[in-house]
T-cell receptor
Framework: NAGVTQTPKFQVLKTGQSMTLQCAQD?????MYWYRQDPGMGLRLIYY???????DKGEVPNGYNVSRLNKREFSLRLESAAPSQTSVYFC????????????FGEGSRLTVL | AQSVTQLDSHVSVSEGTPVLLRCNYS??????LFWYVQHPNKGLQLLLK??????LVKGINGFEAEFKKSETSFHLTKPSAHMSDAAEYFC???????????????FGQGTRLTINP
């Protein structure tokens, strides 16, 4: 019953460093998403993948890249981290296409100094 | 464009008393609306969903929400609060035109619910 698993749970970076957030789901879902959560702003969509082999930009994609490695895995990469990217990042997958019923991971808290 | 406004950033109630979390939405189309809950240091969990089948929607843990088109509201209620209800609650609206088969959701700012013993 793993659901959506994110790694790492915590990370501290220096400005300019790069890192990749990993996400995997074991529910055979097609659609996967990356969101960031900032205080008082709810969740904002960074990138999404409707199916294996496809990715598209969300609301706040600048400074990020993604890879949909296979149906299970969807990674988020920060090439050159900036303090504005300090946030909590959530990966989610969608139970059925176009339902809006998302399953979320427990989040990855990233601090950029 | 779709948007949601949660009218209270923080609501505090006593255990056993009713809960009301308020949400107004803006949409050019008949929307799908959701409430998600986030317990401390956890991911979000779907509480309930409205998709035009019925205006009163029942969710998990005794929560329900009523869709009122005339008021563009989708308030979340529970008759009797429990300590375990303490969490952050998000009202969410879907975009009307899913792109490439993916549903894009717009989240409200969140309402933190505190339960007093």
């Amino acid at each position: 019953n793993a659901g959506v698993t994110q790694t790492p749970k915590f990370q501290v970076l220096k400005t300019g460093q790069s890192m990749t957030l990993q996400c995997a789901q074991d529910m055979n879902h097609n659609s996967m998403y990356w969101y960031r959560q900032d205080p008082g702003m709810g969740l904002r969509l960074i990138y999404y993948s409707a199916s294996e082999g496809t990715t598209d930009k969300g609301e706040v994609p600048n400074g990020y890249n993604v890879s949909r490695l296979n149906k299970r895995e969807f990674s988020l990469r920060l090439e050159s981290a900036a303090p504005s990217q300090t946030s909590v990042y959530f990966c989610a997958s969608e139970r059925l296409v176009n339902t809006g019923e998302l399953f979320f991971g427990e989040g990855s808290r990233l601090t950029v100094l | 464009a779709q948007s949601v406004t949660q009218l209270d950033s923080h609501v505090s109630v006593s255990e056993g008393t009713p809960v009301l979390l308020r949400c107004n939405y803006s949409s050019s189309y008949s929307p799908s609306l959701f409430w998600y809950v986030q317990h401390p240091n956890k991911g979000l969990q779907l509480l309930l969903k409205y998709t035009s089948a019925a205006t009163l929607v029942k969710g998990i843990n005794g929560f329900e929400a009523e869709f009122k088109k005339s008021e563009t509201s989708f308030h979340l209620t529970k008759p009797s609060a429990h300590m375990s209800d303490a969490a952050e609650y998000f009202c969410v609206v879907s975009t009307s035109l899913p792109i490439q088969g993916a549903q894009k959701l717009v989240f409200g700012q969140g309402t933190r619910l505190t339960i007093n013993p």
